[in-house]
């Protein structure tokens, strides 16, 4: 496992305990999972930007309920 330092100006710290204490969460745990956050972020707008693209080529189709349903 990686250890990482990370330095922090006093408000930087002051925030990180605030939202630790707040969140009932130390301030590891609450940097991993602010982290993960971002990464979801990043991946759904990277499914969007890819759908959006299609979208923009004319390559989107939508299907209405009636039509799933016969498919069935």
Sequence with gaps: M????VRFNQQE???????????????SKLLKKSMM????????RKLIDKYEAKERKGKVRFHGAEE????L
């Design 37 to 44: 956050e971002m990464y979801e972020t990043m991946i759904d």
């Design 13 to 27: 710290e002051r925030i990180l305990k605030d939202l630790a204490d707040y969140y009932d969460e130390d301030r």
């Design 68 to 71: 799933i349903l016969n498919k």
């Design 2 to 5: 990686g250890v990482i330092s």
